[in-house]
């Protein structure tokens, strides 16, 4: 979607002109920021959890498999 169309799209009830129109473009353009490090940060979490999640696993099998095979310490 180009500019023209979003800044078309939108209603703002406290228009006072382009001096308004520009502060609430750059409080939504920092908004977006804040968005992508929110996702950036939530991806990273997602990583860490699935390699907690593999170790973990891992460490189940071992445990089962000393579990099945008591003798083979």
Request: hydrophobic fraction near 25%; include cysteine; charge should be negative.
């Amino acid at each position: 979607m180009k500019y023209e169309d979003i800044i078309k799209e939108r209603k703002f009830e406290d228009d006072r002109g382009p001096e308004d129109l520009t502060r609430k473009i750059g409080e939504l353009q920092c908004d977006a920021e804040g968005f992508k490090k929110n996702i950036a940060d939530l991806k990273h979490d997602n990583k860490s959890l699935a390699k907690e999640v593999s170790d973990l696993t891992e460490t189940i099998k071992k445990l089962k498999e000393q579990l099945d095979n008591p003798s083979n310490k």
